[in-house]
């Protein structure tokens, strides 16, 4: 399982695998306000930052910053990377982003009644 840490910047990786949970901080100080994270096409991590326009992929073994994904108008709040339509789901302010895996735009969607949208899930329906 990995977390983020809003004010610390971390990346921590939790074994949830025995009764008791060890963590391994992977790095510090990646981003400036990390909020959401998910495993993308690759097996990296991809964390969003609120304080950035940039969202960024991080090796998930290392820590270390691979490089840029993609570019927003403003910081972000979650990720979300759907394996079934191989792309990631990203909310920035009232937007919801869709990318594909090289962090092209693909589709969009805003609700300025929704205010800052903070997270997202995606769920399949069978009609």
């Known amino acids: 399982m990995w977390v983020t840490g809003y004010f610390s ?3 921590v990786r939790y074994d949830i695998s025995s009764t008791t949970a060890s ?3 992977i790095s510090t100080a990646l981003t400036t306000r990390s909020k959401g994270i998910t495993r ?3 097996d990296n991590l991809f964390v969003t930052d609120a304080d950035s326009t940039v969202l960024y992929e991080y090796d998930d073994v290392t820590g270390s910053r691979v490089g840029t994904f993609a570019t927003f108008s403003g910081g972000q709040s979650d990720i979300w990377y759907d394996d079934v339509s191989e792309t990631y789901f990203v909310t920035s302010s009232q937007t919801i982003y869709q990318l594909d895996t ?3 735009t693909v589709n969009s969607w805003t609700d300025a009644s929704m205010g ?3 997270a997202v899930a995606l769920t399949y329906t069978e009609w």
Request: hydrophobic share 25%; no cysteine; charged share 5%.
């Open 116 to 118: 800052t949208i903070s």
């Open 40 to 42: 993308g096409h690759n």
């Open 102 to 104: 090289a962090g092209n």
């Open 23 to 25: 963590s391994t901080r």
């Open 9 to 11: 910047g971390a990346i």
